[in-house]
């Protein structure tokens, strides 16, 4: 992975991400804190960490090999039905942070990501949601089934199918 503009911090998200401790997760997005993300008081706004999120599932899809844009010309969008956040710590400008995107579980219509925000410096984990993603038709919003390369990288990273935390639901 290289990204332009973010010295060091490519080193640092494979550390962070293969430590021998603990492993935080198979795949996660770099991010640098910018000033447009703070709020009044230099701290990271809270809805800001959704716009990270959103742009680490977004790139596990493309590491993947699936274009949004090819789905979207086949009339398929994915959109947010369910969040649960919590928020540990603060992030503050200029902080590199890791933002992990991991399929945790999948059914007929959805997927559910766990995703964390990590703090590269000290690999403090910030916040951790879980993220239930629809798919949808885009011409109507109704619900569709998974395509079936999206379904196939989900049981490659194997969560597990059907089962949401235990229970069956669509």
Same mark, same amino acid.
Request: charged share 25%.
């Given at each position: 992975?290289?990204? +332009?503009?973010?010295?060091?911090?490519?080193?640092? !998200?494979?550390?962070? @991400?293969?430590?021998?401790? =603990? %492993?935080? $997760?198979?795949?996660?997005?770099?991010?640098?804190?910018?000033?447009?993300?703070?709020?009044?008081?230099?701290?990271?706004?809270?809805?800001?960490?959704?716009?990270?999120?959103?742009?680490?599932?977004?790139?596990?899809?493309?590491?993947?090999?699936?274009?949004?844009?090819?789905?979207?010309?086949?009339?398929?969008?994915?959109?947010?039905?369910?969040? +649960?956040?919590?928020?540990?710590?603060?992030?503050? !400008?200029?902080?590199? @942070?890791?933002?992990?995107? =991991? %399929?945790? $579980?999948?059914?007929?219509?959805?997927?559910?990501?766990?995703?964390?925000?990590?703090?590269?410096?000290?690999?403090?984990?910030?916040?951790?949601?879980?993220?239930?993603?629809?798919?949808?038709?885009?011409?109507?919003?109704?619900?569709?089934?998974?395509?079936?390369?999206?379904?196939?990288?989900?049981?490659?990273?194997?969560?597990?199918?059907?089962?949401?935390?235990?229970?069956?639901?669509?």
């Amino acid at each position: 992975m290289s990204i +332009s503009g973010l010295p060091g911090i490519v080193q640092a !998200l494979t550390e962070v @991400l293969l430590s021998d401790s =603990e %492993p935080l $997760a198979k795949f996660g997005w770099p991010v640098r804190v910018y000033i447009e993300d703070t709020d009044a008081g230099g701290i990271v706004f809270h809805a800001r960490y959704l716009h990270y999120m959103e742009r680490a599932r977004t790139e596990w899809v493309r590491s993947c090999g699936v274009g949004l844009r090819a789905g979207m010309a086949d009339n398929i969008s994915y959109v947010v039905q369910r969040l +649960s956040i919590h928020y540990a710590a603060p992030a503050k !400008l200029d902080d590199e @942070l890791v933002v992990t995107a =991991e %399929p945790v $579980a999948f059914g007929r219509v959805w997927m559910e990501f766990r995703q964390r925000v990590v703090r590269v410096r000290d690999r403090k984990q910030l916040c951790e949601a879980d993220v239930k993603v629809a798919c949808v038709a885009l011409d109507s919003g109704r619900p569709i089934r998974l395509p079936d390369n999206m379904r196939g990288l989900l049981e490659q990273s194997r969560p597990h199918p059907e089962t949401e935390h235990g229970t069956s639901q669509e």
